[in-house]
């Protein structure tokens, strides 16, 4: 069973949670146009979510996972097991609790259920909180497809609040499109620069989307010198 917790063990990193949720949405966007069927649009959490001083922020697609599980397997250590190493890359079990509530391991990816997972993410980041963090995982995603979702009493009035809403729509269709979420959420903030690449490590085998904001930040400082 895995560990309950309800909130993170320290804050999360001094980033604003609109900034940082438009540009895993870009990244999103992007990929949806290069990538349609990608595999993270059905399993979207915030382990897939790399940040990196506060000017990149990359989406881990794939790669890796087969490659460290072939390492163990061929390790002389017969009783070894991957659980570790699956965690680490992308949650393991625990990526349940942003799971859409359709989304079964044979259900073709769809951006509907990443929107769902973004949104989440971003609940995430506005709370400190864990989706579900009361319970374990497999609990979090049964409550899921019962139609539970993460409180938001404490934003009861609160614009973005029927935005998340719309995005934890049990109905897939019923859920707004990347470009519809980016769209409203820009509303909270200036625009930020379409900055957006794919990019490949080392390991022709792994991944990611990334979105720099660097110049964006810049641009802000400029104008605060004038």
């Not at 497809?145 to 719309?166: C, K, M, V, W, Y």
Request: glycine share 4%; proline share 8%; hydrophobic share 35%.
């Amino acid at each position: 069973m895995s560990e309950t917790r309800t909130v993170h063990p320290s804050p999360l990193p001094r980033l604003s949670p609109v900034k940082t949720t438009l540009l895993i949405a870009r990244g999103l966007e992007h990929l949806l146009e290069v990538e349609p069927d990608a595999p993270i649009f059905n399993r979207l959490s915030s382990y897939s979510v790399l940040l990196h001083n506060k000017e990149l922020v990359a989406l881990h697609l794939r790669g890796g996972i087969d490659k460290l599980r072939s390492e163990v397997d061929s390790s002389s250590d017969s009783s070894s097991d991957d659980s570790s190493v699956c965690t680490i890359i992308d949650g393991g079990e625990e990526s349940i609790r942003w799971r859409a509530p359709e989304v079964q391991s044979d259900t073709p990816p769809s951006i509907e259920a990443a929107i769902f997972s973004l949104a989440t993410i971003f609940w995430e980041m506005l709370t400190n909180e864990i989706p579900f963090g009361e319970v374990d995982a497999a609990t979090a995603g049964a409550r899921i497809q019962q139609g539970e979702r993460p409180s938001l009493d404490r934003f009861p009035a609160h614009p973005l609040t029927n935005l998340i809403q719309r995005c934890w729509s049990h109905e897939p269709s019923e859920r707004p499109s990347v470009q519809e979420f980016i769209f409203e959420l820009e509303q909270f903030r200036p625009p930020t620069p379409d900055v957006v690449s794919s990019v490949e490590s080392d390991d022709s085998s792994s991944t990611s989307i990334r979105v720099d904001i660097s110049t964006a930040e810049e641009d802000e400082e400029e104008e605060e010198e004038e």
